[in-house]
Every structure is written in C-alpha cells, then in structure tokens.
C-alpha cells in the first residue's frame, strides 16, 4: 500500500482509538513509574500503544508497528513501518499537564511519509498529507527567534553547553518538554526552531514530516539532512538550522 492518504486516513482512525480511550480513562491510568532507562512510564501509555497498535495490524497487517512501549532502542527501523509514540510527554502528562501527544507516523526507507500528532489535552490535531497551511513565516535570525528545546535530561554531554548558548544568543528559549509538539511548533511557526537531543524515531517522525511538508529544515549534528541515527535534531528555518548545526559541532 503506497497511497499517502489512504495510509492517512488508518492513522487518523488508529489515533481516534486513543484519543477516544484518554478520555475517559481515569486518573489511575496517569500515575507514574520509571523504566529502567530513568524515563517515566505510565499505565495509559501502554494502553494506547496497544489500541493504537490492534487499529494498525488490523488495518494494514503487513506494515509492522514499532511503538515507544514494546520496541528496543536502537534496532534498526523496517522498510516500511508505523512509528508510534503513544504519549510524547509523559511527564507532562503524568502531572496532569496538557503538553503531551500521541504521535503516529508511516516511515518508509527512512522517511517519515505520513503523520498524525494529536494533543488531546489541547483539542488539536495536526496531519500531513493535509489541507494547504499558511504556516506563520519563522525566523532566519537566531537572535530574533523563539528556540524549543527538549530532550536536555538524556545525559548528551553537549545539551547543557548549547542550552547555555541559546540561553545568551536567541531571543527566547522555551522547553516544552514534548519533542513531538516543539516539531508542530517549528510547522506551524509558534517557534521559529528547535533543538531535540537524542530523539528517537518514534519522538519525532511524525513532527518531522509535517516540518517537511511546510518547507522547514530538519538537520542532523552535521547540518545535512536529519536520519533516525543523528544524536540531535534541529528544525527551523534553513539559517537557522545550519547556525544550530554549528553550535551543536561547537558545544
């Protein structure tokens, strides 16, 4: 199956799946534990990786799922699969704060194709393909733009160093704490960039397609374009990403 929008149209229904369980889900299904990697877990992000998951095989039985949840860090991606965050901000979620998503992308040889980022406790939803957007123009100037960043606890030996830099040279830093949502934010342009550290496939696939969509850069550490296996990803306007290249070679 190769049709962008009909693939589109399983993820939506999938993500419906969730969305329609988180809410009405009770408050038990948001406390908090920690997995053996330090990350916070919780019992609502296994349940939407499953229905997301049960949605996907049943729709699309030869396209495998690699979700946050049940997968190993670091094993190469399928061909062709379906990347899934069930809940991108955890601890934002956990705490009862809205910043969180479930985000669901069709990746093919790499390339992230389609995707769906929903932020339930927002009420939005954002899609790629999807109708034409007039995304706000984003900053060239770093000294003019509004910087997310996300991802500084992953232990990165350069995320305090840059940190510190955006902190003196941009004109606002703002952490999120959802890789997922700082990548809508640079699509949409309520951020001009944005700086995630040690994203996984699943952090950032979706997010990163819909940045592609509305022409903005995605690099990696090297300032060429963004792969899964890049220690950061930078999103923003092409200056900006080269500029945010450089500061992450220099950090």
């Given at each position: ?40 877990v ?152 944005c ?12 997010g ?44």
């Amino acid at each position: 199956m190769t049709d962008r929008q009909e693939l589109l149209t399983i993820a939506e229904a999938a993500v419906d799946e969730a969305v329609a369980w988180l809410a009405t889900a009770g408050g038990g299904w948001s406390t908090a534990r920690f997995k053996d990697s330090g990350e916070e877990v919780t019992a609502a992000d296994i349940e939407v990786e499953s229905r997301v998951t049960r949605v996907l095989t049943a729709r699309t039985p030869r396209i495998p799922v690699v979700g946050e949840e049940s997968s190993t860090p670091g094993t190469p991606l399928p061909a062709r699969c379906w990347v899934l965050d069930p809940i991108d901000g955890t601890m934002n979620f956990a705490r009862g704060a809205p910043m969180y998503a479930v985000s669901l992308a069709y990746v093919q040889n790499g390339i992230p194709r389609v995707g769906v980022v929903e932020a339930p406790g927002l009420g939005r939803r954002w899609t790629t393909p999807g109708r034409p957007v007039n995304a706000r123009p984003v900053a060239e100037d770093v000294g003019r733009a509004v910087v997310g960043v996300s991802g500084t606890g992953s232990g990165q030996g350069g995320a305090r160093r840059i940190l510190d830099r955006l902190q003196d040279e941009a004109y606002r830093v703002r952490m999120q704490g959802s890789m997922a949502l700082d990548l809508v934010g640079v699509a949409e342009g309520w951020l001009d960039a944005c700086v995630c550290i040690a994203p996984k496939p699943w952090d950032v696939a979706a997010g990163v397609a819909l940045c592609r969509e509305r022409g903005r850069a995605v690099l990696g550490a090297d300032g060429t374009v963004f792969s899964f296996d890049s220690p950061v990803l930078l999103a923003g306007a092409p200056g900006t990403g080269r500029w945010l290249a450089d500061l992450w070679e220099s950090s």
